[in-house]
């Protein structure tokens, strides 16, 4: 079946400092890319949608210069967070979407798990 | 108000027990909608599509109601394994994110 693989599944890093997460779709093209944020015993928030080769739209309240989204291609799409501060720490995941009728809808990475210490 | 809002649970029952989850969303013009569930840590899968008509996969059922944006999750002959959170989704339109609930956790003890 389809499969995003999403990198690292989890990572601790230092206040101030940026990490950046990957997913890539391994037998399909992912003409879209969304982000989700997941804190404890929450939903899951979508943060931002990016389309290849466009820039990405971001959910009113998610800073774009904070959380920087790259799409450059149909398989790899790349969430940094910038100075990431202990507030930032959350289960971040990614869902690839391909186009109707070409693809698996919607598949998901399997999650970051983030830290900030 | 939230787009899709859900039972808050948790939901603790025996196995073999009945169990429904209750769901509702805010935008009438979504499109599609599904049943997922979340194990502890762990992305979501799709557990169903839900339909109008209604549908079953085995001991689960989905019903959908449009015009009072209602939708539900039926699960019978619970199992130990069943234990998870379930999640409410909806897609505005085709191409679309996910929107989802906050989730129901189910607990299925022996």
């Known amino acids: 079946g389809a499969v995003v693989s999403q990198h690292p599944s989890r990572v601790i890093c230092k206040s101030g400092t940026s990490v950046k997460i990957e997913c890539r779709s391994l037998?399909?093209?992912?003409?879209?890319m969304f982000w989700y944020r997941q804190f404890p015993k929450q939903s899951l928030m979508l943060m931002a949608t990016?389309?290849?080769?466009?820039?990405?739209?971001?959910e009113q309240g998610v800073e774009k210069d904070k959380f920087l989204i790259n799409h450059a291609s149909l398989t790899l799409s790349t969430l940094t967070v910038t100075s990431a501060h202990p507030e930032d720490s959350s289960f971040y995941i990614c869902?690839?979407?391909?186009?109707?009728?070409?693809?698996?809808?919607?598949?998901f990475g399997s999650g970051t798990r983030l830290t900030v210490v | 108000r939230k787009e899709v809002e859900q039972d808050p649970g948790p939901f603790n029952v025996p196995e073999g027990a009945t169990v429904a989850f209750n769901c509702t969303y805010s935008?009438?013009?979504?499109?599609?909608f599904f049943w997922y569930r979340q194990d502890c840590r762990k992305e979501p899968k799709l557990l169903m599509s839900?339909?109008?008509s209604g549908n079953e996969d085995g001991r689960f059922t989905a019903q959908l109601n449009r015009a009072s944006q209602y939708i539900s999750l039926l699960i019978r002959d619970s199992k130990l394994s069943d234990s998870a959170t379930y999640l409410c989704?909806?897609?505005?339109?085709?191409?679309?994110?996910?929107?989802f609930g906050k989730g129901t956790t189910l607990s299925v003890s022996s």
């Open positions: 037998d399909f093209q992912a003409t879209t």
């Open positions: 869902s690839a979407a391909s186009l109707p009728g070409q693809g698996p809808g919607y598949t």
């Open positions: 839900v339909y109008s």
């Open positions: 989704v909806v897609k505005r339109q085709a191409g679309t994110a996910l929107i």
């Open positions: 935008n009438s013009a979504s499109q599609s």
């Open positions: 990016s389309n290849e080769g466009s820039k990405a739209t971001y």
